[in-house]
C-alpha cells in the first residue's frame, strides 16, 4: 500500500529522483548522508565512562577500556575500578577483564593494542602498590597481567600513564607518562613484551610537559607526540623522539595557533602531520593545526564553540575520502559534543550533535572500520548514562541506471550497497513534501537493485529513491 513520506524524512534520508515522461528520461542523484547509530550503551557492571576510541581485534570484534564500572560497580557514576570490553557481534557488550586497584591497577583510560601473537596491551591511570599507573597485558586466554608498576617516588621512571601505548615496526611497546621522568614532567618509555624498561626522554617544561596523547611511529621511523602544557607559553608542544631515545621540541603553542594538545597526532597521506588543540585559536576554544615534519606549524581551522563546538581532546583521522573526522567535547551550542569534519583546506562542518541520549562527550580518537563506517565512544549519556559505543555511516548515494518503459510498466535499475535498505517512491510533482511508496522497503543483497512497477502516473512523473537507515 502506498504510504505518504514527509518532508522530515525527505531531509534525513538520500534521494535520488528519475523523471518520466513520453519522449524522454532525465536522471537526477543526490550525494551521501551521514546515518548516526547508538550501537550499544555501557549499564555500570559492564564498564561506565569510556575515554578511550576502539581496537578492532585479529577477530574481527572491537575492543576497549572503560574508566570506572565493573564487577565491583555499586550503582554510582565514577564507582568501580574500570574494565576491558568486547564488543559482540550481537551489539552486547561483554566484560573481557576487570581492573582491582589492587593486584592490576584501576582506571584505564588509553586505547588497547594488540600484538601480532593476539596479546592485548594497555595502560591503567593508576597502579598497584603506589598508585601510580601500570602497564598490563592480556595474553589470548584472556588473563591480565601487570606487566610492570610505576613508581617515581623510587627510580624517576614517570608516574600516570593516560595514554595507550604504540606498538612500533620493530615490535616493542612505546608510550608516555604525565608525571614522573628525571624532572616530574612526563616522560617517554620504551618496553619489551617480557616488561623490560627503558627511559628513552624526560620533559622539563621548557621542552614540554604532561603528554596526554599517544604516540606514532613517523615514515621516519622516529616517533611523534603532544604535550598538553610546557614550551614557549607554557600552552604546549609537539616533540619527537628516536627509538632509542632524543627528545626534541619542534614546535611550542602560543594561543593564537592553539593551546594545550590533549589528543596525539596523526601524519596524513601527505606525510604532513595533523592534530587538534583544547584551547586556543580565533575564539579560544580550539582549533586544528597542521605541521611539517620539520615543524612549521599552520592553523587549518578554529572552534568557536556556539556554531562549530569547542574542546577537542582526540587525534584526527584521516578518512578514505581524503577528509579529516574527528570529536569534540563540547562547548555553547554544542555542549555535549560533537563528530566534525574537516577539509584538507580547512572547512570545517559538524556532522553529529550528541543530546544525551545518544551519549555525551565524545574524547575518543575514532577509528574506521572495513565497513568505511567511523566508530567510537562517549563517557557518558546512552541508556543508563554510563557512555555509549557509536557509528557513523556515510550512505553511498544510489544513482539510476536505467528506466525503461514497458507497456504500462516501468523497469528501473539503481546502484545500492549490499545490507542497506532502499524504498522507492513517486510523485507528480517534483517540489511536493508528501511522496508515495512505491512497494516495499527492500534490503539489497548486492551492487544492484531492480523494480517493475506500473505506471500510475501521469506523463511526466517523478521517482526517487531514499536510503533509509
Known amino acids: 500500500m502506498n504510504q505518504p513520506q514527509t518532508d522530515k524524512a525527505q531531509s534525513r534520508h538520500l534521494s535520488i529522483l528519475a ?12 550525494s551521501a548522508s551521514v546515518i548516526f547509530e547508538t550501537v550499544a550503551s555501557f549499564n555500570g557492571t559492564n564498564g561506565s565512562g569510556p575515554r578511550a576510541g576502539l581496537l578492532m581485534g585479529q577477530d574481527g570484534a572491537f575492543y576497549g577500556t572503560t574508566t570506572s564500572g565493573g564487577s565491583d560497580f555499586n550503582g554510582f557514576l565514577g564507582s568501580g575500578n ?25 582506571r584505564a583510560y588509553g586505547a588497547l593494542v594488540q600484538d601480532a601473537q593476539g596479546n592485548f596491551y594497555g595502560t591503567t591511570l593508576h597502579g598497584v602498590d603506589y598508585v601510580h599507573g601500570t602497564i598490563f597485558k592480556i595474553n589470548t586466554n584472556g588473563v591480565l597481567t601487570n606487566l610492570y608498576s610505576f613508581d617515581s617516588r623510587i627510580d624517576k621512571n614517570g608516574s600516570f600513564p593516560i595514554a595507550g601505548l604504540t606498538i612500533s615496526t620493530n615490535g616493542l611497546l612505546y608510550g608516555t607518562t604525565r608525571g614522573g621522568g628525571q624532572n616530574n614532567y612526563g616522560m617517554v618509555f620504551r618496553i619489551t613484551h617480557d616488561g623490560n624498561f627503558t627511559t628513552l626522554g624526560s620533559f622539563f617544561g621548557p621542552n614540554g610537559s604532561d603528554p596526554w596523547g599517544r604516540l606514532i611511529e613517523g615514515r621516519d621511523g622516529n616517533f611523534y607526540g603532544t604535550t598538553s602544557s610546557g614550551g614557549e607559553s607554557n600552552l604546549g608542544t609537539v616533540f619527537r623522539v628516536g627509538n632509542d631515545g632524543g627528545l626534541t621540541t619542534l614546535a611550542s603553542f602560543v594561543g593564537t595557533n592553539g593551546a594545550n594538545p ?89 556532522l553529529v550533535k ?37 557509528r557513523l555511516g556515510f550512505g553511498m548515494a544510489p544513482k539510476f541506471q536505467s528506466a525503461v518503459k514497458l507497456d504500462g510498466s516501468l523497469s528501473m535499475q539503481w546502484t545500492s550497497v549490499a545490507g542497506q535498505k532502499y524504498q522507492l517512491q513517486s510523485n507528480p510533482d517534483v517540489s511536493s513534501t508528501n511522496w508515495l511508496n512505491v512497494g516495499d522497503l527492500n534490503t539489497a543483497t548486492n551492487g544492484t537493485m531492480a523494480t517493475v512497477t506500473p505506471i500510475v502516473l501521469q506523463s511526466p512523473g517523478f521517482y526517487r529513491v531514499l536510503l533509509v537507515p
Not at 20 to 30: E, Q, R
Not at 312 to 336: H, K, M, Q, V
Not at 361 to 376: A, R, S, V
Request: net charge negative; proline share 4%.
Open 19 to 30: 523523471t518520466v515522461s513520453a519522449m524522454f528520461l532525465i536522471l537526477h542523484w543526490a
Open 262 to 350: 590533549y589528543g596525539g597526532l596523526l601524519q596524513g597521506s601527505d606525510g604532513q602531520f595533523y592534530g587538534t588543540t583544547e584551547g586556543g585559536g580565533e575564539s579560544n576554544r580550539g582549533s586544528i593545526f597542521r605541521m611539517t615534519p620539520d615543524g612549521a606549524l599552520t592553523t587549518m581551522a578554529s572552534f568557536d564553540g556556539p556554531t562549530n563546538a569547542a574542546g577537542p581532546r582526540a587525534a584526527l583521522i584521516e578518512g578514505r575520502d581524503g577528509n579529516f573526522y574527528g570529536t569534540a567535547a563540547g562547548s555553547g551550542n554544542y555542549l555535549y559534543g560533537t563528530i566534525f569534519q574537516v577539509t584538507p583546506t580547512g572547512t570545517l562542518k559538524t
Open 82 to 106: 574500570g574494565t576491558v570490553f568486547k564488543l559482540n557481534s550481537n551489539h552486547t557488550v561483554t566484560v573481557q577483564a576487570d581492573f582491582n586497584g589492587g593486584t592490576n591497577g584501576f
Open 354 to 390: 550528541f543530546n544525551g541520549g545518544n551519549g555525551i562527550y565524545p574524547y575518543c580518537d575514532l577509528f574506521e572500520g572495513p565497513d568505511g563506517n567511523l566508530y567510537g565512544t562517549t563517557a557518558g549519556g546512552g541508556a543508563y548514562g554510563h557512555g555509549t559505543i557509536f
